[in-house]
């Protein structure tokens, strides 16, 4: 059974506001607005879910923030049995990531190759297998299959430009408006 992010883009507004203690934060965008994929190297590397590739997580199961917005409060809260692994993580964090960072261990999955005669021996996928006996750039084919064990890195689990730049580029615009300790991705997962 697969697992799925859920969760909110949260900002707390710093207009208008002469003391900042008297902003709550607010559920700025829905994150299925922003991304609908299914990503475990993402999910591992960013919340410790699914984290087969063996990543330090960024932000691993902190629970719903004790000022979390009412709105997100009762999203998470309307399915008590599904929902998991409720985690944050604020842009300042982020955006201080080393992204070039490689995992603590090797990847339980293989990363699988193929060959192609237009453009020779290329990623195909990944699959998991009995690593017991093997380290960190072994490889060994089956049947036409090149396998490979390695290790991955943040950029490759949450590539630049990929599915999650559209959280990022919102995250970073209401940071350049509020102020970086004033945005936060909150999220949940469910299976």
């Excluded at 709105?71 to 049995?81: A, I, L, M, N």
């Excluded at 297998?129 to 072994?138: F, M, N, Q, V, Y």
């Excluded at 559209?166 to 469910?190: C, I, N, Q």
Aim: with cysteine; hydrophobic share 35%; net charge negative.
């Amino acid at each position: 059974m697969g697992a799925d992010i859920h969760g909110y883009i949260e900002c707390r507004s710093t207009y208008g506001n002469l003391d900042e203690e008297d902003s709550s934060w607010h559920a700025a965008i829905d994150l299925i607005l922003l991304y609908g994929g299914r990503n475990y190297d993402a999910f591992g590397c960013l919340f410790g879910v699914r984290n087969y590739a063996g990543f330090r997580p960024l932000a691993e199961a902190r629970g719903l923030p004790a000022d979390v917005s009412e709105e997100v409060r009762r999203d998470y809260e309307s399915f008590p049995d599904l929902h998991h692994s409720a985690s944050w993580i604020g842009w300042e964090e982020l955006a201080a990531v080393d992204w070039d960072e490689h995992a603590l261990t090797p990847d339980n999955r293989v990363r699988t190759y193929r060959h192609s005669p237009e453009h020779g021996w290329y990623q195909s996928g990944k699959a998991l297998r009995d690593l017991a006996g093997r380290s960190e750039g072994d490889e060994w084919t089956e049947g036409d299959v090149l396998m490979r064990v390695g290790r991955m890195t943040r950029r490759e689990a949450v590539q630049e430009g990929g599915e999650w730049s559209p959280v990022w580029a919102t995250m970073k615009a209401l940071s350049d408006v509020h102020g970086p300790e004033y945005v936060r991705l909150v999220v949940w997962f469910d299976n």
